[in-house]
């Protein structure tokens, strides 16, 4: 009878240790799916996507990110597209072309939302951009 026991206790033993392992698989493979294609970012939650792939070094995405979030007018995104557009390759390499003509546009619209930070890169801005007489160096 105590051998019986045992070894109802040994199986009792090894199915929750299996059940506990299939549960720890299943959770790690929901966890590895991509992404759903209907899920709908919102503007921070793309703001946060564009500073994740900037730790990363994906300066691809950092960008796509920024622009789709500063597109849903998202202020800080704005202002940080502003300023990634203006380094350009300087600080992002190949994967960012500068861009000074559209850099303060995106600039002058987190200033409009209120953004300090915009404001003054833009008074910044303005300061240095001296075109010859008759010329527009943006359209």
């Excluded at 564009?50 to 995104?77: F, G, I, K, S, V």
């Excluded at 930070?117 to 300061?127: D, I």
Aim: hydrophobic share 45%; net charge neutral.
């Amino acid at each position: 009878m105590a051998s019986d026991l045992n070894q109802i206790k040994s199986w009792s033993l090894r199915w929750r240790i299996f059940l506990a392992g299939a549960l720890c698989l299943a959770a790690a493979l929901s966890a590895a799916q991509p992404p759903d294609a209907n899920v709908v970012l919102h503007a921070e939650q793309r703001f946060q996507l564009a500073l994740e792939a900037q730790a990363a070094r994906d300066y691809r995405a950092m960008l796509e990110e920024l622009r789709r979030a500063a597109a849903e007018d998202n202020a800080e995104a704005q202002e940080m597209l502003g300023m990634v557009l203006l380094a350009g390759p300087t600080l992002y390499g190949t994967a960012v072309k500068a861009d000074r003509c559209e850099a303060p546009r995106w600039m002058l619209r987190a200033a409009s939302q209120g953004s300090d930070t915009a404001k003054v890169q833009l008074t910044f801005l303005n300061r240095l951009r001296h075109s010859p007489a008759g010329t527009k160096p943006c359209e």
